[in-house]
């Protein structure tokens, strides 16, 4: 391979705010370095780093330069060069994943060097330095994203829902890829058939220029990239949380900030729920918003900068609780040992089979109706969907705003799903109008929800209304099969905690202690329930991550007796 020319520009020269992108740091921060490295000479053509490496040091200029190098076809290209003060590196130095750039020594001098765990000591250690590196780190990656700095080739298609699963779960990974669309592109059927595949195969990922994945599930691609290879599923841990939506998420920042060893278990990707919102309006301390996917990013990020170990793409089967210690099965894995466990798997919401539905949720469709949604239905026709309590308290509280409130209800009638009272309030009400044997069919609008359609069953007339709300409260089915007969469920299947668990769920369980269980203990000692999952949750990013930070905090007195 040919190294580049000393007159190419580098690709970071183009960037924008290079001062946050590369900082320089100054002689005191350097100084601190020494605590937490080794000095040592570099020669010139060295090769620091190679693309696909598992070990990846990290370094500081002291002199001379270091140049971060992509392979290219017949070459390589300069992405930039690093020289007296400035570091090599970004996230992946966080989360131990192999490189997907190569570092070479252009002209010799000196450097410190930092293997990754005495770069994560120091980034916990030392909040100056921590600013600066996890912030350049972040920004790095967002640049190797957005210039498709990566390992990955995927070939698809927007007609393909594997497309769709494939290229979210790369993105919600923060993994750079380059898309090739096969409807779009000239240089998808040269890929094709260089890689001896078909259209029939998409959506084809090529991993790190020549491992070709077909129609590849989310578990072999984490594979292939090595997502999960530097953890040692083998220890056992003090606390293994399982799902990284933001309840889990908060739960290990707190508890690896906290000293514990955690270990996290995604079945699909970190963020959960909410990493799929397009913007979270009501979270403490965003007061214009922020998407999902950031918010989660960061407390993924976070979550890594602290020593939680979090595995994606592996999935809790089973648990475990007999004895003193707990055993996570896991999806094509050892069973995961450990001290304490927090259950952080979630709900998924009933969704009626619209096929544009996730189009328009965030934008006229919603899962919930708080004072929130309330204020965007003033003097609005709103459509409620559902024919439990959940929709009845939906319609009845967005009455209270709206101009007209439409209940669609499958069934028959009301008295069999819903409270006698919310009926009666429904009846009541002059704003709801009751449409029994009905079911929303189509949703319709340019980026936000204008109108919808419903279908009356008994005479298949469909009604066409411009309603730009509608309220999905067809209820949540929490992710607890996993738990088969381990801890006390209620009777929807949410995990019964602390107060809600009755005497006869404890002796059931045989609870072996005098204390009583604690706030977020379920029917086990040492195991916890927090978020969407656990039984009279508020379902709420902030509540998610409130009670998974709390739920540390019980963890802690649990391994301490
Ligand atoms: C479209 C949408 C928009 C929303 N908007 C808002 C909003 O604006 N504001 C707000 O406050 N709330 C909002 N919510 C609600 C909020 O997202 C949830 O209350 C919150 O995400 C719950 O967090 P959680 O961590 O308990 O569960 P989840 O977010 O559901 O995360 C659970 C995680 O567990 C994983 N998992 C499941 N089973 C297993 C298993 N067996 N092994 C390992 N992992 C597993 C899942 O893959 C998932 O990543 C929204 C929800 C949706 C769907």
């Known amino acids: 391979m040919n190294a580049p020319d000393s007159s190419q520009t580098p690709l970071a020269a183009a ?6 992108l590369f900082p320089t740091l100054t002689p005191q921060q350097m100084s601190r370095l020494t605590a937490h490295g080794r000095r040592r000479q570099t020669i010139r053509g ?18 001379g330069e270091i140049q971060v190098l ?108 380059h898309y090739v669309d096969l409807d779009r592109d000239q240089e998808a059927q040269e890929l094709l058939d260089r890689f001896h595949v078909s259209v029939l195969d998409v959506p084809v990922l090529i991993c790190r220029g020549d491992a070709v994945l077909r129609n590849p599930t989310n578990a072999q691609i984490a594979d292939c990239l090595g ?35 955690v270990l996290v278990l995604e079945s699909n990707v970190p963020g959960g729920q909410a990493g799929s919102s397009s913007r979270i309006e009501n979270y403490l301390g ?70 544009n539905l996730s189009a328009f949720e965030g934008a006229g469709v919603h899962y919930g109706a708080t004072p929130m949604e309330a204020q965007l239905c003033i003097d609005q026709e709103v459509a409620v969907v559902g024919g439990g309590n959940s929709a009845g308290q939906a319609a009845v509280f967005l009455a209270q705003t709206a101009s007209r409130v439409y209940m669609l209800c499958r069934g028959d009638g009301l008295a069999d799903t819903m409270s006698r009272y919310l009926i009666r309030r429904i009846e009541e009400s002059s704003k709801i109008v009751l449409r029994m044997r009905t079911q929303i069919v189509a949703l319709n609008g340019n980026g936000q929800l204008e109108r919808i359609g419903w279908r009356d069953d008994r005479t298949g007339e469909v009604e066409t209304h411009d309603i730009r709300r509608v309220f999905m409260m067809t209820g949540a089915i929490p992710n607890t099969r996993w738990l088969a007969g381990c801890v006390a469920l209620d009777e929807k299947e949410f995990v019964k905690t602390g107060p809600d668990l009755s005497q006869d769920d404890l002796a059931a369980a045989g609870w072996p202690l005098t204390r009583p269980p604690y706030l977020l203990e379920t029917s086990r000692p040492g195991i916890f329930a927090v978020g969407d999952v656990r039984c009279g949750n508020i379902k709420r990013v902030a509540s998610a991550v409130g009670e998974g930070s709390i739920a540390v905090a019980f963890a802690h007195q649990v391994l301490h007796q």
């Open 15 to 20: 960037l924008p705010h290079p001062e946050r």
């Open 46 to 63: 060295e090769m620091l780093v190679d693309v696909g490496d598992r070990i990846v040091p990290f370094y500081v200029v002291v002199s």
């Open 70 to 177: 992509r392979p290219s076809e017949g070459g390589e290209t300069l992405i930039v060069g690093h020289r007296a003060g400035q570091f090599t590196g970004e996230s992946n130095m966080i989360s131990g994943r192999r490189s997907i750039a190569r570092l070479r020594v252009s002209e010799p001098g000196e450097v410190f060097e930092l293997k990754r765990e005495q770069l994560l000591d120091l980034v916990q250690t030392d909040a100056e330095l921590s600013e600066i590196l996890m912030r350049s780190f972040i920004l790095r990656r967002l640049e190797m994203i957005a210039h498709d700095l990566g390992d990955v080739v995927v070939i698809g298609s927007a007609h393909s829902a594997g497309t769709l699963r494939v290229k979210e779960f790369l993105t919600r990974n923060g993994h750079p890829f």
């Open 227 to 261: 997502f999960n290879e530097d953890i040692d599923q083998t220890r056992v841990s003090d606390l293994v949380i399982v799902g990284a939506g933001p309840a889990g998420l908060a739960a290990a920042v707190y508890g690896a900030s906290e000293g514990l060893d």
């Open 286 to 355: 965003f007061p214009t918003g922020i998407s999902g996917l950031e918010l989660t990013g960061r407390a993924y990020t976070q979550a890594l900068k602290f020593g939680a170990r979090v595995m994606v793409a592996k999935g809790a089967t089973s648990l475990s609780c007999d004895g003193q210690r707990y055993t996570v099965e896991i999806d094509g894995g050892p069973p995961i040992r450990t001290r304490a466990v927090i259950i952080a798997t979630g709900a998924e919401y009933r969704k009626p089979a619209l096929e």
